[in-house]
Structure formats: structure tokens, C-alpha cells
């Protein structure tokens, strides 16, 4: 077939592996790179992607990054990005940066809607205002408001990356790389160390643009469904405004170590504790572009650490000489691995080094039993085929496996195959030869090219770090004459008057976007037969899987009285991770891998429609080919009835790792734990939500780990007691979702597991009343700010409608978006609204505020009592029918509908709310400002932060906050 005459043909296959014709490109008047993947997916996908290696650490791919959605030529409003985050049907809105590239994809189900998102990314990408205000906003600038004010840095990605070295684990990144990589890009952080990020000029920002994003630095995916033909039409009428430039090299190659290398370092803390600190053995990989080594690497990893039972893994956890391991990969143009553990003693570097090198030896000589080998490689297949991306669009997966070879030179199909490498990759493996043993000993131990990373807690450097902040900042002030000092304080009022001012009308009119006409009067339906199998309720789902059966098996948490919760994590890990009576956990961990597509235990927590009760279920999510699906069946069995609580080591191990986690995500999940703090004085599923996963459950952890030293008989028979209160038929659901053909055969191999459950009356258990605690302030060490705000609108008297979540969509894309992001500085400001338990809460993420921001959530009745215009009203109803439509892959949709009924969401019910989102009006938004003042009159507060935060607050608001340590 003939092709459109502007582009130049390199390569086409049917690529099985992606289920799509694939069509590489080149623009033959500027050299961009176009693949275009042609298939039957709805979820359509656009992304362009350009390498972008920084110069230094002042963050200027990040802070570009934000920039280019800040306004362009087509669009020049101050945020489209956000307009479309409010005003479309999008199932993938965002943009990232990398150590050597920036992405920006999209993705939609609605064919005008995909258009729409990609005509507005094009436009922002390649014709950017890019104004000196907008550098200032997203960067960084000084602010002061007044000749005496002291000086300030703000900025929004200034900001943010003060909460990203807030975290140790982004500061033992930053500086694996560094170290690895001394004399290359990859030793400047490009997401920017906001020590200095202040160097930065406006000069270089918008150099950096015009050197690196244009078409022929551009690489650039086009998939699913959507006309190949169009697709290169409108590319090409933006392309074809270019001439051709420089292609960008990402990265120029580091020069080998001669010997390993080792670093110190060290991360602000609270306190000086020899056992938080990070050891790390980190390799640089020579890079291939051989698939087949790829997915022996791939293997190697996952063998070695890729679970609890995989044996580096396992020698790491059983040494005590850290509290959970740390391990990556990292795709560069020279790949990076990792081991090692945090939770550590600095002072045993050596031998936590030792350990892992003599744990590679062994393994190198001795060779990993077969049994590891072969469930390795089962889930790596069973991964590949499925492509199950979760809510994460296939095509944007596939786009990051193109650019792992095309971003270096390589060619961007072999990003997408597998199978002829995956078919000889087994073949070696089944005939013996030792593939995994020989990747260790090349990859890693005669790997010279080998730091090890100390990264030690230090309680006075981030006072240190705050005082050489103001030293310069007060050098700056010092050194400004009067007319300096005036610009200052102007430069701060023309940004908030800017911020504040609304954009033009006709401006805001050339943004694309569909109208409430075109959206579907009726929600999509999940196909749902409910039936009884041995007497157990089982929902029945008849939609193609390929071949794959995907079982969800829950047991009511209502069996169990509340001092039990607590254990219910650790009881979930337990049960895969202690082993049986018949195999120990590494043996069932294999018999796992080898078997199924995996095997996983976690929680169903959610508000019952119309009631103060929660929806909670321990739920086990299996799947398998409909051949080995007895087995899995066998396997659950095996996992539910005899799991070894018994074994003390293992879940000593448990506790300690999930601990170190836990206090490992407080500073980059900050605003879920406050969220989740605070709902669990307003219904009973927050409620458990605290107790089995927010700061609750962390205090129960680190009691929970004497009690194992001090009473193990406790723990254990707490355990058990959970295993004959929850293991139970007549308290128990299934939920199948496969190929109608597949039932029938699934349907009695289900009854005959029934059968051998457990089955006893129970009686539920009654976890009332809810706690009602005070306004609290959690510290922790961190240079930002965690604020939540809310109230249950029901208990106070009030039902809202589902025009209240286009409010909040309003509010969440305009007001909020303002005032605690653009203004504050905060990197988020949200609100939530959850219909089903009628919560209303306000927050926000690595904020530099706390008083400032609970002013603004009091203030929001005000501002929509200023009035909404119908366009306004009309994006967030087209945002909102958006979020209620998600697209869903197969599993997706069995569990989808598994929650609806579990939690009363009826049909009726779903399109109650439909039309009520549907039929949203400017009285509505009148009617949600007086449900805000409810909030603003007795809203519960929850902030995390610095202790000097909580305290500065406590001085403005005469005690406001009950402050507790948490960190």
C-alpha cells in the first residue's frame, strides 16, 4: 500500500506480542521518528517523548516539563493542561521526566476526545509561550511582598522536590547514580536538587526548549484504533513547520571503573538511629540490544530477588542485618542494578557487602535450583502474554518498551517482541546450560564497575540545610540595591495578579473539547450471572480472557472482633509467606510461580450504599490458564488452611520489612496517610483503613515487633485465631471472570474446593463506636507539608447529590489547582468526595503551608459563590462522566463489578447519579457551597510535617493541633 508521501517507511511487521501491525517512520523533512501501532484497542494512545540530557542538578527537564502545559500558541490560556484534565473523557493525562528523556502521553476511549488531547500535547510540546512568569511559577523565584520582608524561594517543582529529598530513598537514588555515573549526565538529577535549583536562569530554560524539543530530537507513538492515515496528516501539519535539526545524544557513555568504588552519605532525619541507614551495592551493565539477553536479565533479577523465597532476597531478610530490602533496575543507556537493604547499621557496610557478593558467588558456582528458574521464567510469560496493565493503557506500556532501545539508537520493534527470544531463552534453560548462573558472574561479579552506597541518617542536616538556605537567601537580599528590592516585591504581585486573573474568554474557547451532548446518556454494564455454588454466592462474569481464569475469593472481615484487625497485613503476608505443613515458603513460592499467574492476598474496604457499615472482605485474587486452574485451586487451599503461623522467623521478618516500608512511604504518600487519618473518625471503612494501613497500623507494627521478642505465644495465637474466625464457607463469596466456555469445567473444580473449606456459624462482630480524636499534627522529617480537611456531610444531616463530584472536579481543576498549587506552591491541592459513605474532605501534597492552606479549603463556599460559567460547568460534567467511565481490562471489570455489588451499588443506583451528574446546574454549585461551609464550620483537620511547621502552626491558631511524632 502507498503511504503519505512526507514520511518514509523503515519497517513494518504484524507483531503478535502487541497484537498490532506496526509501522515505523521517519518525517523525511525533519527526521522525527514516528511507530505506529494499528489494532483493535479503544484505548487509543498518543506520546512523544525527547531525549533531554540535563546539564546540571537545577531541575530544568522537570521544571520544562510542567512549563510547556503552562500555555501555547494555539492554546494561550494559563493552563490547558489543566482544562483538560477537567473537560475530557482522558484515561491517561500526564507527563514525565526521566535522567535522560521527558514523556508526554495521552489516551481515550472517545475517538474526537483522543484528537482533542493530542492536538492540545502537540501544540504545547513544540509552540510553548514559555513566559518569564511561567519560569518563575513553575521554577523558582524570590518573593517578598513588602521592603522589610525577608526573602523566600517559591516554585512549584522547587517545592516539590524539597518533599523528594524529604524522602530518603529519592536521595539513595540520586546518589546511586551519581556515583555510578561521575563523569555523565546521569550524575546531574534531572528532577532537581532544590539546593540548586536557584542557579537557574530564564535564559537557559528557554535555550533547553529550543534545543531539545524539536521533531528531530522527537520519537513519537501513535495506538489503537483510531485512521493510521490521519494520524500522520495532523502530525505532519505540525512537523512540517521545522526544518531538520540536531538529534539529542542522551547520554555519552561513563568510562569503566578500573576497581569498585564506595561512598558515604547521609539524609536529614529526626534522630540519629544507627539502624535507618541504607547500604547498597550498585552495578552499571554493559547494554545490549540482544532481546534475548534482556529477558535473561530480566530472569536473573526476578530469580535473585524477585520475592521473599528468592534466595539473595532471602539471605538479605534472614541475615538481621537490615530491615527490608532494596533492589531496582533501571533502564538507562548503561543499565543500573541494585541490592541491598535499609533498615541498616552503616557501621555493617562490610558486611552486608559481603554478604551479597558471597550470596552471588555461591549461586554463580552452585547454580539457582531449577524450581526457581522455572517459576521465574512461568510469571515472566504469563506477564508477557497477559500484557495485563492494569489501569495503565497498553499502549503507553508498550511506547516505554519501544523507547528502552529506540531512545538509544535501537531499533523500537524489538522493544515489543519476545517470543522467538523468550522460546530460545527456555530452550538453553531446559537443556542445561547454566544461562542465569553465567549472567551473574558476567553482569555482576567480574563486574567492576561496582559502587557501594552508605547513606546514614544525620539529625542535623536538614537545620543545616534550612540555614544555608537562608544564608542565601539573605546574601541575595544583601546584596540588592533599592530598585533590586523593588523588583522583587513587583515581580510577586505581577505573578498573583496574574495567577488570580481569569483568562480570556474567547482564549479559553479554542480549547477542543467535547460537549455534554456527546456523552453517553447510560453507563457501561458489566455482564453478571450470580449463582450458588455449594452455597457460597458467586458472581459469574462472561468476558474474553484469553484463555486466563481470574478467581476472587473473599472471606468477611465482620467474623472477627476489632483487636484483631490490626494483625490482618500481617496475617494476609503470612499466608503466602510462612509456608505449609507440606513445603516450606520458598517451595510453595515456586509451586506459586510455576503454576498460576500469581497469587495475591490483600483487602476489600469500602462504604456500604445507605449505610454507616463498611463492605470488608479479605480477598484472594487468583488467576491461571484454564488448564492449571485445579492446581491454583489446590494451591488456595493449601495457602488458606495451612499456612505456618507457627513460624516465628519468617514473621519476625515480616513485621521488621513491612515496618521499614511503611516509615519508607511517609514522605512520598504523606497526603494518603492524612487522608486516611483523618476518614477514620467519619465512617467505619476509613476507620479500618487506619487501623490496617495508616499511621495506627504503623505504631501497632513497631509494638508488634517487641511483641514477637517479648510474648511470641500472643502473636501466634492472635494469628490462628483470625485463621478459624475468617477461613469459613458460610462467610465467603466467589467471583470468576473468564471466557463463557471455561465456566462450566471452573464451575465444578470450585465446588469441590468449597467443599474442603472450613464451614461454621458466626456471628458478625459489632467495631463500634468510631473514634473522634482531636485536630492532630504528625511529625515527621520532611521540608513540606501534609493538610487535610473534612467532615461526614450525612452525620451532619445533609445527602448530597452526584452533582456535588462535578463540583469537586470544578474546584479540584480551578480554585484548589490556584491557590494551593500555583500560589502556594503546594506540588497538589484536591478535594474528595466519596457518594457512597457522602465524605467530603479537602488536601494536599508537598505543601509549603498549613494555616495558609485550611484558609483556603474555608474559603472555598466563597468562591463559588462567585458564580460558574456554562462551559466551566460543562468541562467538569464531561471530567466527571470521565471518571465514572474508566476503561477497564477483563479482570478489571470482574472486580469492578464484584465491588458494586458488595457495596449496594445498584444499576438503578449508577444511573440515578449518571443523570445527576449529567444534569448538573449553577444552582447545584450554590447548593455545594453551602454544603462547604459545613466543612469549613466542623471540619476534622489532619496535617503531617515538620515538627516546626506543627509548632509555627500551634502559635498562629492558639494550639489547634494535638502534635504526636510519628517519625
Known sequence: MSHHPAYELIAEDQIDEVNALVRHYRHKKTGAEVLSLINDDENKVFGVSFATPPDDSTGLPHILEHSVLCGSEKFPVKKPFVEMLKGSLHTFLNAMTFPDKTVYPVASQNLADFYNLTEVYLDAVFFPLLTRETFQQEGWHYEAENPDDPLIFKGVVFNEMKGGFSSPDQVNYAYALQSLFPDTVYSNYSGGDPRVMPDLTYEQFRDFHKRYYQPSNAQIIFYGDDDPEKRLELLDAVLSRFEKGDKAQAHTPQTRFDAPRRFEKTYPADDSNKRSSFVTLNWMVDPTDDIEEQLARTVMRRALVGNSAAPLHKALIESGLGEAIISSAIELSQPVLNFGLRGADGDDADRIETLILNTLAHLAEHGIDDATIEATLNSLEFELREQNTGGYPRGIAYFFGALSNWLYGGDPLDGLRFETALASLKARIASGEKVIEGLIRTNLLDNTHRTTLVLRPDPEQAEREEAAERARLDAARAAMNDNDITAAIETTKRLKALQNAADKPEDLARIPTLTVADLPREGMSIPTEEVAVEGVRTL????????????????????????????????????????????????????????????????????????????????????????????????????????????????????????????????????????????????????????????????????????????????????????????????????????????????????????????????????????????????????????????????????????????????????????????????????????????????????????????????????????????????????????????????????????????????????????????????????????????????????????????????????????????
Open 540 to 967: 459469574v462474569h462472561d468476558i474474553a480472557t484469553n484463555g486466563i481464569v481470574y478467581l476472587d475469593l473473599g472471606f468477611d472481615l465482620k467474623t472477627l472482633p476489632r483487636d484483631f484487625l490490626p494483625y490482618l497485613p500481617l496475617f494476609s503476608r503470612a499466608l503466602k509467606q510462612t509456608g505449609t505443613s507440606k513445603a516450606d515458603f520458598v517451595a510453595l513460592t515456586q509451586r506459586i510461580g510455576r503454576s498460576t499467574g500469581g497469587i495475591g492476598i490483600s483487602r476489600l474496604n469500602s462504604p456500604i450504599l445507605d449505610s454507616s457499615e463498611a463492605a470488608a472482605f479479605l480477598i484472594v485474587r487468583a488467576k491461571a490458564t484454564s488448564d492449571k486452574t485445579a492446581e491454583m485451586l489446590d494451591i488456595v487451599h493449601d495457602v488458606l488452611t495451612d499456612a505456618r503461623l507457627d513460624n516465628r522467623d519468617r514473621i519476625r521478618q515480616i513485621v521488621a520489612e513491612d515496618k521499614a516500608r511503611t516509615e519508607a512511604s511517609l514522605v512520598p504518600a504523606g497526603h494518603q496517610y492524612v487522608f486516611t487519618r483523618l476518614r477514620a473518625s467519619l465512617h467505619e471503612a476509613d476507620w479500618l483503613s487506619e487501623q490496617t494501613g495508616g499511621i495506627t497500623q504503623l505504631l501497632f507494627l513497631r509494638e508488634l515487633a517487641q511483641k514477637i521478642e517479648d510474648d511470641w505465644a500472643s502473636v501466634q495465637s492472635a494469628l490462628e485465631t483470625i485463621r478459624s474466625h475468617l477461613i469459613n464457607a458460610n462467610a465467603a463469596f466467589a467471583n470468576v471472570t473468564t471466557d463463557g466456555s471455561a465456566w462450566p469445567g471452573f464451575a465444578d473444580e470450585l465446588k469441590a474446593f468449597i467443599q474442603r473449606l472450613p464451614r461454621h456459624d458466626f456471628v458478625r462482630a459489632d467495631w463500634s463506636p468510631l473514634p473522634h480524636p482531636a485536630n492532630e499534627g504528625l511529625t515527621i522529617p520532611a521540608q513540606v507539608n501534609y493538610v487535610a480537611k473534612g467532615v461526614n456531610l450525612k452525620a451532619l444531616g445533609h445527602e448530597p447529590s452526584g452533582a456535588l463530584s462535578v463540583v469537586t472536579k470544578y474546584l479540584g481543576t480551578t480554585y484548589l489547582w490556584d491557590k494551593v498549587r500555583v500560589e502556594g506552591g503546594a506540588y497538589g491541592g484536591f478535594a474528595s468526595f466519596n457518594p457512597l459513605a457522602d465524605t467530603y474532605a479537602f488536601g494536599s501534597y508537598r505543601d509549603p503551608n498549613l494555616v495558609a492552606t485550611l484558609d483556603v479549603y474555608d474559603a472555598a463556599p466563597a468562591y463559588l459563590r462567585k458564580g460558574v460559567s456554562q462551559s466551566d460547568i460543562a468541562r467538569s460534567i464531561i471530567g466527571t462522566i470521565g471518571d465514572l467511565d474508566p476503561y477497564l481490562l477483563p479482570d478489571a471489570k470482574g472486580y469492578t463489578a464484584l465491588v458494586r455489588a458488595l457495596t449496594g451499588v445498584t444499576e438503578a443506583y449508577r444511573q440515578k447519579r449518571r443523570e445527576q451528574v449529567l444534569s448538573t446546574s449553577e444552582a447545584d454549585f450554590a447548593k455545594a457551597a453551602d454544603l462547604l461551609d459545613e466543612v469549613a464550620r466542623n471540619g476534622h483537620i489532619v496535617a503531617m510535617g515538620s515538627e516546626k511547621s506543627m509548632t509555627a502552626a500551634n502559635r498562629e491558631r492558639n494550639g489547634f493541633l494535638t502534635v504526636s511524632k510519628v517519625l
